[in-house]
């Protein structure tokens, strides 16, 4: 009964390199959400998707970061051109249903490291 | 959305009860009540949630007053594994899915 796994746990990038993060729901799980936990501050929401479908994108920066969820494999986050600010850690959630009574479960994220 | 106030840190003792209160007074009518908890170096682990009456599950039971205005987490045995931030959190029905992790309450379970 796996949980949502993310990878890598840890990547370490350049400033300017690019950035993917990957997501697999759990087992019977439709919807995506990406979620980011700057040092020292709360998560706070980026991204919510179903298959295919970006649903709602409002957290996520205008410039330089997209995300998917194609109809078969993992969601992935993708940073383009990273800068220092983009440091973090990146936790994915999923939940079966979509509605307030339907849990978001969390992967251990992955922990981005710009130099 | 509806804010919740906690306690900023509490210590338990190993193999007691631990009683974490959350304040939600602004709460509406449809709105539930989650809590998770995120151990150093982890995501958020969902615990339990409730709308109106009280919920047990195999982790933790979550008691809900009267008038929803407040409600406590109870882990029933506290081990040093429970060491952890719990989060409680009011889930709105619009955008459900933003889910607001405050500052939390830092627990500290002691042997």
């Known amino acids: 009964n796996a949980g949502v796994m993310q990878n890598p746990r840890h990547l370490v990038r350049r400033r300017g390199q690019e950035a993917r993060l990957r997501c697999s729901p759990m087992?019977?799980?439709?919807?995506v959400y990406w979620y980011r936990q700057l040092p020292e501050e709360g998560l706070k929401f980026m991204v919510y998707?179903?298959?295919?479908?970006?649903?709602?994108e409002s957290g996520m920066p205008k410039e330089r970061f997209s995300a998917e969820f194609p109809k078969e494999g993992p969601s992935i986050l993708r940073i383009q051109q990273v800068v220092r600010g983009d440091s973090a850690a990146y936790f994915c959630?999923?939940?079966?249903?979509?509605?307030?009574?339907?849990?978001?479960?969390f992967g251990n994220g992955t922990r981005l490291t710009v130099t | 959305d509806a804010k919740t106030t906690q306690p900023t840190s509490m210590d338990c003792a190993e193999g007691r009860a631990a009683n974490l209160p959350c304040n939600h007074s602004?709460?509406?009518?449809?709105?539930?009540v989650y809590w998770y908890r995120q151990i150093h170096s982890q995501g958020p682990q969902y615990i339990i949630h409730?709308?109106?009456n009280n919920e047990t599950n195999e982790m933790a039971s979550l008691i809900i007053t009267e008038d929803r205005k407040s409600s406590t987490l109870i882990l029933p045995h506290a081990t040093l594994r429970d060491t952890a931030v719990y989060y409680c959190?009011?889930?709105?029905?619009?955008?459900?899915?933003?889910?607001?992790f405050g500052a939390g309450t830092t627990v500290t379970v002691r042997a």
């Open positions: 959630a999923s939940s079966r249903l979509d509605g307030a009574d339907s849990p978001l479960h």
């Open positions: 087992k019977g799980h439709s919807h």
């Open positions: 998707l179903q298959k295919e479908n970006i649903i709602d």
């Open positions: 602004t709460i509406s009518g449809n709105e539930y």
């Open positions: 409730g709308l109106k």
């Open positions: 959190i009011v889930r709105a029905l619009s955008n459900d899915y933003k889910l607001s």
